[in-house]
């Protein structure tokens, strides 16, 4: 069992709705969580951080972590064409238990529709 | 803010010789950075953890010997992909770490795409 799941997708939405993404982890270590945004052929672009349970808000961004269910959420609102990505998971113990090393999910592929 | 580019965006080089990637943290230090290769449709893999002023840490797997990293300054990091083969080639993303420690999160280059003929 990997350490985080991440549906691959591809997840297809028609423009303007939301697009729900999430990841499950196994290690109750994970203490940070992040969602980065990878066009093709380019590096990732980090879209959200959070450090504890509960909703964080960005825009049209919302991330959700349930430490107790080792799940976490991100969600678009009103997406475009340009949101389509692959989106990856990653989370971390922290620089004093692992020196800011990430663990990513396998990523999901999402296509937003005009 | 928090801008990490590489060098060369891209490069195509013969069997044998030796490549160099650089990764600068543009507008911040960084005490960390990190190398990832990536193949296509895949995550990140990471291959290696690099601390500035000391000897890059290796994941499990990496050859040490053919993948030298060196971390020279606080934002400069490099790759060598020594006596490159076909095999080699792959999509190499870095990443820094800020050195203010309230942020434990990583900022990515561009990447690199080599292509070993």
């Known amino acids: 069992q990997k350490e985080v799941e991440q549906d691959p997708g591809p997840l297809s939405v028609p423009e303007g709705a939301i697009v729900s993404l999430n990841c499950t982890y196994s290690n109750s270590a994970f203490q940070y969580f992040m969602w980065y945004r990878q066009y093709s052929r380019k590096g990732p672009e980090l879209l959200m951080y959070t450090y504890s349970s509960g909703n964080k808000e960005d825009g049209r961004f919302t991330a959700q972590v349930d430490k107790s269910s080792k799940y976490i959420s991100l969600f678009i609102r009103d997406s475009q064409p340009s949101d389509s990505a692959t989106y990856l998971c990653?989370?971390?113990?922290?620089?004093?238990?692992?020196?800011?090393?990430?663990?990513f999910g396998g990523g999901t592929r999402v296509l937003v529709k005009p | 803010g928090a801008v990490v580019s590489q060098h060369p965006s891209r490069v195509i080089c013969k069997s044998g010789t030796s490549v160099k990637i650089e990764c600068r943290s543009l507008d911040f230090q960084a005490t960390t950075m990190f190398w990832y290769r990536q193949f296509p449709k895949k995550s990140l893999m990471l291959m290696a953890t690099?601390?500035?002023?000391?000897?890059?840490?290796?994941e499990q797997g990496v050859e040490k010997d053919k993948f030298l990293i060196n971390h020279a300054s606080l934002t400069l990091s490099t790759l060598t992909v020594t006596s490159a083969h076909p095999e080699d080639s792959s999509f190499y993303i870095c990443?820094?770490?800020?050195?203010?420690?309230?942020?434990?999160?990583?900022?990515f280059g561009p990447g690199t795409r080599l292509l070993v003929l």
């Open positions: 990443s820094a770490a800020p050195s203010y420690l309230y942020q434990e999160t990583q900022y």
């Open positions: 990653a989370m971390s113990e922290g620089i004093k238990a692992a020196g800011n090393k990430l663990t």
């Open positions: 690099s601390n500035e002023g000391s000897k890059a840490t290796y």
